[in-house]
Structure formats: structure tokens, C-alpha cells
Antibody, heavy 127, light 109 residues
Framework: EVRLLESGGGLVQPGGSLRLSCAAS????????MSWVRQAPGKGLDWVSD?????????????YYAESVKGRFTISRENPKNTLYLQMNSLRAEDTAVYYC???????????????WGQGTLVTVSS | QSVLTQPPSVSGAPGQRVTISCTGS?????????VHWYQQLPGTAPKLLIY???NRPSGVPDRFSGSKSGTSASLAITGLQAEDEADYYC?????????FGGGTKLTVL
């Protein structure tokens, strides 16, 4: 069974930083593209970032970001630890949301889908 | 404003059939990218409902079906049940970005 467990959320002041982690289990983590999606309170789903690149240990990875977070957020992964990260800097009030970690499914990047979802971690940006 | 357009709400009585539309453009659905659907029950994380336009993951009842034509896609739910009351989102791909519809709240009357 695929399990994705996010952590690292909390209250942070505008302009601050936070690093989210996602512990994955139940599948060969290094073989799959991964993603972060967020959902502001009472709002819809909003894609944040993808990280591609399959294999074990060191390999070239590709990363993609929504325009709203480009230059402020950094997605990364540590395959030996089966862990996905999202480093969030220069946080704004509009970044307040539940952040979900996702395992991507599908054969081609243009047609990847969000196959498995974590339970999410809440990030609140407020003074 | 979402790249993919969904009706904000739909409703139906138990046992009825409802459809939820997802309208895109020539840069996403019309460009040949697949559409995927997600169901979010109240207070829970979303889950994959339909992938690659019309495929159901294991465990999803065959009451749920998806289709795609041109620049639009649809999710159909037959034999509506009370537990189907949820938010539904479509998702596709556009200019190297993953895009969602704004979501549709399904109310079972």
C-alpha cells in the first residue's frame, strides 16, 4: 500500500521560510515522479511543483514550478531516505494552504496524473 | 480563474445520473492531453477517480465514468448515492504546467 506522510507545516510569519517533508513507503520511491499540490482554506486545488527523474542514487532530475511559487520554492528528493521535500522561502499570506505530497502515475509527463495523495500538512502564513 | 472550467455545483436525487463538464482549450485538452478526475469527500484529501480520460483505478465503482471530446471532458455518475456527495476536480496539462478545474460541488438531494 502506498503511503505518503507529510510533515513540517505550521505557522510562519510573512517573509519567513519553512521546509516540508514527505516520507514515502509502499513503492520504489526512486522510480517515480513526485509532486506537491496545495489547497487554500475553502478553495480548490492548486498545483505547486513536480520533480521528475527516475533511477537510483544520482541521476539528472527535472523540476517544474507554478508561476506563483517560482523563485521562492524548491522541490527536491532524497531517494535513499524515500523522502520528498519542499523548501518554501519568502512566504506570503496567499501561500496559506494545506500542502499535499503526491506520487505521479502515467507514462508520459504531459499525461501524468496524481495517483496517490498524502493527508496533507497545513501551512499558515500570518503575523 | 482556472484554466479548466467546471460548473460550481450540480445536484441530483438518489439513483439519478449527473454529469460534470470540464471545458478547456486548444492548449490543454484540445492539444491531446489527457484529463483526470479527483473526488474530495468532506474533510478528506482528494483521491484519484478517473485517469487518462476514462480509466478507473481499482476500487472505484463503475458508476463513475469519464469521456473526452475536442476541448472538453465529462464525468458521469449513474445511480447516484448519498456517499457521492463531494467536490470533484478535473485536471490536465498546459504549457508544462499541471492545471485543475475550479471544482464542482455535487449535492445529493
Amino acid at each position: 500500500e502506498v503511503r505518503l506522510l507529510e510533515s513540517g507545516g505550521g505557522l510562519v510569519q510573512p517573509g519567513g521560510s519553512l521546509r516540508l517533508s514527505c516520507a514515502a513507503s509502499g513503492f520504489t520511491f526512486g522510480n517515480y515522479a513526485m509532486s506537491w499540490v496545495r489547497q487554500a482554506p475553502g478553495k480548490g486545488l492548486d498545483w505547486v511543483s513536480d520533480i521528475y527523474g527516475r533511477g537510483v542514487s544520482t541521476y539528472y532530475v527535472s523540476t517544474y514550478y507554478a508561476e506563483s511559487v517560482k523563485g521562492r520554492f524548491t522541490i527536491s528528493r532524497e531517494n535513499p531516505k524515500n523522502t520528498l521535500y519542499l523548501q518554501m522561502n519568502s512566504l506570503r499570506a496567499e501561500d496559506t494552504a494545506v500542502y499535499y505530497c503526491l506520487k505521479l502515475g502515467g507514462l508520459q509527463p504531459g499525461n501524468y496524473y496524481f495517483a496517490s495523495w498524502g493527508q496533507g500538512t497545513l501551512v499558515t502564513v500570518s503575523s | 480563474q482556472s484554466v479548466l472550467t467546471q460548473p460550481p455545483s450540480v445536484s441530483g436525487a438518489p439513483g439519478q445520473r449527473v454529469t460534470i463538464s470540464c471545458t478547456g482549450s486548444s492548449s490543454n485538452i484540445g492539444a491531446g492531453y489527457d484529463v483526470h478526475w479527483y473526488q474530495q469527500l468532506p474533510g478528506t484529501a482528494p483521491k484519484l477517480l478517473i485517469y487518462d480520460n476514462s480509466n478507473r483505478p481499482s476500487g472505484v465503482p463503475d458508476r463513475f465514468s469519464g469521456s473526452k471530446s475536442g476541448t472538453s471532458a465529462s464525468l458521469a455518475i449513474t445511480g447516484l448515492q448519498a456517499e457521492d456527495e463531494a467536490d470533484y476536480y478535473c485536471q490536465s496539462y498546459d504549457s508544462s504546467l499541471r492545471v485543475f478545474g475550479g471544482g464542482t460541488k455535487l449535492t445529493v438531494l
